[in-house]
């Protein structure tokens, strides 16, 4: 294999833009050629990287592949252009604003045997990955519930997009992937307090395909900033906090109580708490580090477009439900969450 380093494009210097353009600038075996922003380098965040007016300009320098981080609404055309090209992609989630145009940008890079992946940087959260991976061997036993809760101030660089596909959608995908089992129903309800066309709360309940239940709160309202899951089990409960990548378990009671009270309740008692020490390496950083291996045909362990066409089809049927107040049944076509990442 060529030891060149592989030609990379940026597409959108905005707020998540800004923080490609730094890691991109930085990777391993990695060339950062172009950014493409109409509105030009406003922070500075480019590095002397030439700064381009459209995509166009960047397929004619010649890049191997390109990070789309403009406006959720320009996902789709931008995906098009880069796949017509030939140019692999990842696309930071949502996938597209629509489930029709997630759904051609899939059969767009698919049908050139394209890699193209997703942006779900919760997967890479040190947390998450140590969370599935105690999952996967086994150390909870059967699954109950998943729980997330996603709330804080309302962020003033989002403008096309609500609190289900801004933020749920990393709720959404994360759960599918740490159980790899997909969502068969959901039924949500949704407020909008701020002024603006789109919803700014929802609460959320779903079942996976293997009876698991699962709850999402989001927002933007809560002056609190918080990042929770929790799983539960037949075992316990584990408990990440994806802001500070710390993970615990609960483990139910091992041992016999003489507490006559507590005797007469018949469900689990408090066990033993464990906090793991993890490794803590920047999400992002191992983002890009997985998308640049699939590339380069070293792994395939990333968010794949099909996999956030389903997030995107499950968000989609969270607004559903809210809009309707009826509970939303999912097809499982196509739904399964292998392993990865």
């Not at 950014?35 to 380098?41: A, I, L």
């Not at 922070?43 to 960047?58: D, M, T």
């Not at 040190?126 to 999952?135: F, I, S, V």
Request: aromatic letters at 4%; glycine letters at 10%.
């Amino acid at each position: 294999m060529s030891n060149a380093k592989l030609r990379a494009g940026l597409i959108g210097l905005g707020s998540m833009g800004r923080h490609h353009c730094r890691v991109l600038s930085e990777l391993d075996g990695v060339e950062l050629v172009a950014v493409v922003d109409p509105m030009g380098d406003k922070f500075g965040a480019a590095r002397g990287v030439p700064i381009l007016e459209s995509v166009e300009q960047l397929v004619e320098l010649g890049v191997d592949y390109a990070v789309v981080a403009c406006p959720t609404a320009l996902h789709e055309e931008v995906g098009l252009q880069l796949a017509e090209a030939g140019v692999h992609a990842l696309v930071e989630k949502p996938v597209a604003d629509t489930v029709e145009g997630a759904r051609c940008m899939v059969e767009a890079f698919e049908a050139r045997g394209l890699v193209a992946g997703v942006g779900h940087i919760e997967r890479y959260n040190p947390a998450l990955q140590n969370l599935r991976a105690r999952l996967e061997a086994g150390e909870l036993g059967e699954v109950f519930q998943v729980v997330t809760r996603r709330q804080g101030p309302f962020p003033h660089r989002i403008a096309d997009v609500g609190v289900v596909k801004d933020l749920a959608t990393h709720d959404i995908d994360l759960t599918a992937w740490v159980t790899g089992t997909p969502y068969v129903s959901v039924a949500a309800h949704t407020v909008s307090k701020s002024g603006r066309p789109h919803e700014d709360m929802v609460a959320a309940v779903g079942q996976l395909a293997d009876g698991t239940m699962v709850n999402h709160l989001v927002n933007w309202l809560s002056p609190l900033k918080e990042r929770f899951t929790s799983v539960t089990g037949e075992r316990g409960c584990f408990i990440a906090d994806t802001l500070t990548a710390d993970l615990t378990f609960h483990s139910n009671a091992a041992v016999a109580t003489e507490w006559e009270a507590l005797q007469a309740f018949r469900g689990v008692a408090e066990g033993d708490m464990i906090r793991y020490a993890i490794p803590k390496r920047e999400p992002l950083l191992v983002e890009h580090e997985f998308f640049r291996d699939a590339v380069l045909g070293r792994s395939h362990e990333i968010s794949t477009l099909r996999q956030g066409l389903r997030t995107v089809e499950v968000a989609a049927a969270v607004l559903e439900s809210a809009a309707t107040g009826d509970t939303v049944r999912l097809g499982q076509a196509d739904a399964a969450v292998p392993s990865g990442a």
